[in-house]
């Protein structure tokens, strides 16, 4: 059973307020779908923060990355999806994230967690999660999305091929999500 974890359960700090952007949900015409090839040890958490699962721990990596490292107000993604039946709640969805340069107004960002070396490779329950979570969205905003890689709008191999396959499943020929049942 896949299970929602909150900002607060993961740990996330608090968002630095005045500096972020707001969208509303009926504004969001695109999800951009990322890939962390990512170990927590790759970042450095901190002492204080001791959780002993390895996605909590990838998690709270990438937020420290995104706070510390880059001097961003919060995470960068709205929804990270674990390997484990995890969603790990990011950025509220009515923040612009900061996901994709020059490409997050009006944009959802949702990054897929699986480890190193797997190539945007993701299990059969990820895709299951992914398309809950991809659902969700649907339903919140009452009508479908275009649905795109990160390497659409930036130089990168990011999601990897087998995600960016994965998306062309799950598209129209034009890019538009179509709900999973």
């Not at 996330?12 to 949900?25: K, V, Y």
């Not at 895709?127 to 479908?144: E, T």
Request: aromatic share 10%; with cysteine; net charge negative.
């Amino acid at each position: 059973m896949t299970e929602w974890i909150t900002r607060d359960k993961w740990g996330a700090e608090p968002i630095r307020g005045d500096r972020l952007n707001h969208q509303s949900p009926d504004d969001i015409e695109e999800v951009v779908l990322h890939y962390a090839d990512v170990y927590p040890e790759d970042y450095e958490t901190g002492d204080e923060y001791a959780h002993n699962d390895a996605e909590f721990r990838t998690v709270k990596a990438i937020e420290q990355f995104h706070i510390h490292g880059r001097d961003w107000a919060t995470i960068a993604y709205h929804t990270l999806i674990g390997a484990k039946d995890q969603i790990f709640v990011g950025r509220d969805t009515n923040m612009v994230g900061a996901h994709t340069l020059n490409h997050n107004q009006n944009t959802l960002g949702v990054c897929v967690l699986a480890g190193k070396g797997k190539g945007g490779a993701i299990s059969l329950a990820q895709a299951a999660n992914l398309c809950a979570c991809l659902n969700l969205f649907v339903f919140i905003r009452g009508r479908s999305f275009k649905l795109a890689p990160h390497s659409d709008y930036v130089a990168t191999g990011c999601c990897g091929d087998p995600l960016r396959n994965w998306i062309t499943k799950v598209t129209d020929e034009n890019g538009i999500y179509v709900p999973q049942g």
